[in-house]
Each structure stands twice: as C-alpha cells, then as structure tokens.
C-alpha cells in the first residue's frame, strides 16, 4: 500500500481491507529497512506506534473513525509528543521526553492517526539542507550524495521514500518548501495563525508556522483538515470557522490569473529550474490559466530582513534552554554563570550558536533601532509587495528554490550560500501568507525541481486546488525514487 494516497487508504480502512496494525508494520518495517542509510528519523517507538494502531483499529471496527483514522504519519521531532522523545534535533534536548502533546500532535491522535515517528530536522530548524542536525545528516532519496532540503529534510525525506505516507513540518523561511522540492514532494506552508504553534519549539515565534508534506495535494488538504483550527493556548492562533481544505480540489483553473514575480526569474536562478518551471507555467495555461508579470521589488531585501528578525526572536526564544528547568546540563561547572556557559557551549551547534550571537548583537542598545527596528520596516514593505501583486492576479508562481538539491558538505563553510536557498521563500514568511511547493520535473542529474504557488491570506483552499489539478494533468508527483522503489 506503500504508493497509495490518503484516499485509497481510507477507503481501504473503512472497507477492512487492511488493518491500521498491518499499515503500521507495513510501514515499521519500511523504516528498519531504509532508514540506517537515510536517517530520516531520530526516534521511533514501535510499541507506542502499535498501540495507537491499535486504538485506531478498535475506532474503525466501532464505528467512529474519521477519514484519517488508521492512517499512520511522521512528526517533525520539533512537535512534542507525551511520552515520545522530542529533541528538535539539538544535543540540548537529547534525552528531553515531552510531557505534554502540540496542539498538532493532539489533533492527528484526535484523528486516531498513527505516528510511526519523529524525523530528522536541522537543530532548531535552523538550516537549508538538515547537515545541522545533532544526529547527522538525512539523506535525499533520490541521490544519496544530495542533501534532501531542511530544515524540515527528515519529513520530506520520509515521505518521498515511501517511509511514511504524509508528515508534519515547519515553516519559518522556507523549511516545509525547500525540501518539498529537492526531494520531490508537495508541501503547504498555511497563513500565519492558522496552525497553533502550541507546543511546537519556538524558532522565530512571528514567522513559523506548521504545515502537512505529503506526496500529493489532495493529501496535505486532506492532512490540514487534521492540523488547522483555533487554539486558544496560542496567543497568535487566529479564531475563524473550520474550513474543509478539500473543498476547491475540483475546480477548473479556466481564467485563473497567475502572476509571475519578475525578480524570481533573473540572475541567480539555474538553468534547470527556470526550464521545468517554465514548462510547467505552459501546462498550466494549457489548463485555461493566463499569466501575468508582477514585480515584489522589496523581496530582494528578503534574505537580509530576515536574518535579522529571526536570529533576535530566537535568541530570545533559546535563552530558556539553561541547563536549569529541562535538557542538557553541563556535568561539570564552577558558579551559576559558568553552569550557563559550559551547558549552552555544549548543548548547541555552530549554526544554532551563530544566530544566537547574531539576535543578541541586533537587539543591543544601540543597535537595535539600525538593525531590528529598520528590518520590520522592511518587512512591511515586503508584505505591501504582495498586497499590490494580489490586484493583478489570483496566486503567484515561480520556483521554489534557485537550484536543486545540493551535495552533502557543498555548502558547509559558507552559511550565506546557504541562507540563498530560500531566496524565493522568505518573504512569503516575512508577509505571513501562504505558501506552497509542488514537484514539476527534474534536473540533467534526476534531482526534483519544485514549483512555488504562493496565495493571499486564507487562500490555502484554493491553492490546493490549483495544485490539485496540475497534478490530475502530469505525474512528478507519483515518481518513486529508483533506491527505494
Ligand atoms: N533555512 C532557513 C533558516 O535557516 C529557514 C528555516 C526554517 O524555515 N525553519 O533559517
């Protein structure tokens, strides 16, 4: 059942044709077999997995299961889960067991869906290809040399090698749709304050937002059906009715306006990608949409804004990590202040360290008006950008990324290099809208490339649905990479 969509499994545990405990296995033993070489998991707990397998076949069997009941999915390991080790994939939180469950966490258990285990992720979700990760690299399906995205590269890894059939991830500058793309897999980053971020370890609290990964549209709506809805322990959760995010997957794209940013498709971007975007724009108009230019002239300013903002909010957000109330300590320490330094000095890796430093430096007395306060007028601006493209057009396309997966190491010892992944994400985060990536063919070295489709506030809906219906028309999102097929 390992190339089945949500649907298929549904109806496939609605009938009894299968079982939630057989899927499980199904998949357990997936994971055994593959994840040594990809690391796409830190943890699994098979009897935990089982039990809740279990309870999902006693819901089916009585008569009270919903459409994802059964259904088993990865957790980014940045979601704490009661009982499940939840390290975020810091030596920090090593051996941190969560008390409590996300909000997210807590709604797919709602679901009665199965969690087979916590993926891999660069440490703190700081990081554009998963080499930050305490627990070492994941490794891209489709080429084990290839890095597969971060910094949500466990989930998306997951799911292109068929080890889970959809899983969480998180947002803050691009980490559900960088990966998405280089490995070939379709992702939805929601509007702000539209998932709770309740329980989800705090990066960079105003631009982070959660969202499904899965191999095709219809199944990250039918996930977000699960993981959206108010929450009242997240101050920034947004209180609106509950939407069915399947409703708009059938509707024609006849008309549909798609702006095409013009700064998204100048220097920077490689060959390959601009080839397999442009032909899927042309499929796309074949489909009945016209495409319009649009400028976002503040988004080239997107990579520095941002690398502001998000290191001063998380240097804010990791001061709790003190060797005090929960995680690593250091064994051996002098005073109190050296306790601090011992246990953040070990705790943390370089790249977590560097924002650290970096926060701290933009929000100081005296720097913080030319640094923090100059970048969130920026980000403004940013969001004005898009404001004004949404009254040429409907939704807004372009590549997700500027180039395709890249070699382990490639980028290691140039961390701008590496912030320039998520040239084209960022301001999406920075104007709190949603966004999307969807697989639209491959490289000369069969590595994915991925689309970009970015909607207006509360758009996810539709955005899904203009994704659903390119992927009716092709089949990238159904390619199953040769090493794991
Ligand atoms: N790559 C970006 C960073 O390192 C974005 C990460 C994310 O979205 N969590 O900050």
New binding site residues.
Partial sequence: MINEGLKQLSAALAARRISSEELAREYLARIDQLNPQINAFITVNPDATMQEAKTADAMLAAGTAGPLTGIPLAHKDIFCMDGWRTTCASRMLENFVAPYDAHVVGLCRQAGMVCLGKTN??E?????SNE?SWFGPVRNPWDMQAVPG???GGSAAAVAARLAPVATG???????R?PAAMTGITGLKPTYGVVSRYGMIA??SS??QAGPMARSAEDCAMLMNAMAGFDARDSTSLEREREDYTRDLGQPLAGLRIGLPKEFFAAGLSGDVARAVDEALAEYRRLGAVTVEVSLPSSALSIPV??VL?PAE?SANLSRFDGVRYGHRAAEYGDLTDMYQKTRAEGFGA?VKR?IMIGTYVLSHGYYDAYYIKAQKIRRLIAEDFAKAFAECDVIMGPTAPETAFDLGAKNSDPVA??L??IY??AV?LAGLPGMSIPCGFDSRQRPVGLQLIGNYFGEARLLGIAHQYQLATDWHQRVPAAVA
């Fill in positions: 992720m660069d703190f979700a700081m990081g554009s930050t971060g910094s949500s998180t947002d803050t500058g691009g980490s559900i960088q990066f960079a631009l982070d941002y690398y998000a998380a790249e924002r590496m912030y992944s998520d994400t960022i985060n």
